[in-house]
């Protein structure tokens, strides 16, 4: 298990490749990049900033692979979150898990960034043409974090 | 007792500040949002009932009547929107 | 798109790299690579051996790429599966699919994998401590192809 | 008409042939099968109904009511297995 919030690069090959390394009982590994677009909301967006509460952050993110772990039967997970500032196009997270069987492995990495997106401190802020502005939740990740039946967000 | 407090992201910017120490005499995380909104302006309007925001304590998530401890660390924050 | 059947080992980090390549409209991207395992139904294997159908897999494979197309809003897909002889560890496939939303690109990457395992001509063949065996064909699989509710199998 | 037929895998292995032509007067998929089966042994035995396994006219999955046209190719496998 590997957890890394940074402000460097990651690479998905290099990330993929280390969890595979010297393995031959891993039948699946499932990942996900989510990347710096261009267009947010209807607007350009020219670059973005990550603030994230340290020492938290780790925490919850460690909380959702443990969590992932007592789910499904997984062999390695890694999750990789990058802060700072972010041009379009630049990686922002990275999540891969491998396990025997693809379903397990799928519906990990899914899981993973679905409650990620709900439950780590993680803020954006955008630059666009009418000036900075900070990312809203959505409705939609709510949704999404609620199909795999966790507990309410105490707030809303 | 002594709590160190910390806001992030939009809260941060509007409250003007990044962390604090506040003496607190009261009991629950409830009672702390009441103290900090009687402070009125933006914090009044940003911590009203109803608004959108996260409480942590000591780096976890927590409800309104989490008991606070002294020397605790609470942080106000927007939902997240990481990812 | 892009969709290869070849002999040679692939490369996760390339072909994803290569997705992304000077876009900045890309906002997640789903991959999954299949790999040989050193274990199956409770024997060893040292190593297997993919034979396919020249002309009917690219046909299979641009289906299900179309299929998916026509089910969620995708940016770019590659499917890569390997043929001839493997070893444990060796990677045997490869899907990865560009989306401006995860969800979108996580449905579509399971979806060609599951649909993969039950409509492209692959089989598999085993070397194991008593000889060689075909992989028969495995009921979880038709299971996971047919919660995307596509037409059934025609024989059985 | 005349067909070119294609066996994959085991039962490629069990008919002993890659690829063969045939001659063919019938109509249908199922015709076809059921000249293959006459053949006896393995053809009997693999391809008697409810035994698994798929046939493709000219690359596409059909059905046994699949009509046939002269020069069709036919492939009988089984169930695939690959990823």
């Known amino acids: 298990m590997k957890i890394l919030v940074q402000a460097d690069v990651f690479d998905l090959g290099s990330e993929v490749d280390a969890m595979r390394q010297g393995r031959t009982d891993i039948g699946a590994i499932a990942s996900f990049v989510g990347l710096a677009r261009d267009m947010n909301d209807g607007s350009g967006v020219a670059a973005m900033t990550l603030e994230h509460y340290p020492g938290m952050t780790e925490k919850a993110l460690a909380a959702l692979v443990d969590e992932a772990n007592a789910r499904w039967a997984l062999q390695d997970v890694t999750v990789i979150h990058r802060i700072g500032r972010l041009l379009p196009g630049d990686p922002i997270v990275l999540v891969a898990v491998a396990s025997r069987h693809r379903g397990e492995a799928f519906a990990a990495c899914e899981f993973i960034m679905d409650y990620l997106k709900t439950q780590a401190p993680f803020w954006k802020k955008e630059e666009t043409a009418d000036g900075e502005r900070w990312v809203e939740a959505r409705a939609s990740d709510d949704a999404a974090a609620a199909r795999w039946n966790h507990k309410p967000d105490l707030f809303s | ?83």
């Open chain 2, 1 to 83: 007792m002594k709590l160190r407090v910390l806001y992030f992201a939009r809260l941060r910017e509007r409250f003007g500040v990044a962390e604090e120490g506040i003496e607190f005499a009261g009991a629950t995380a409830g009672d702390l949002l009441a103290q900090l909104q009687a402070r009125g302006g933006a914090w009044a309007e940003e911590l009203a009932a109803g608004r959108a925001f996260r409480l942590a304590v000591d780096q976890e998530i927590v409800a309104l009547d989490a008991v606070l401890h002294d020397g605790a660390e609470v942080a106000i924050f927007p939902p997240v929107t990481g990812g």
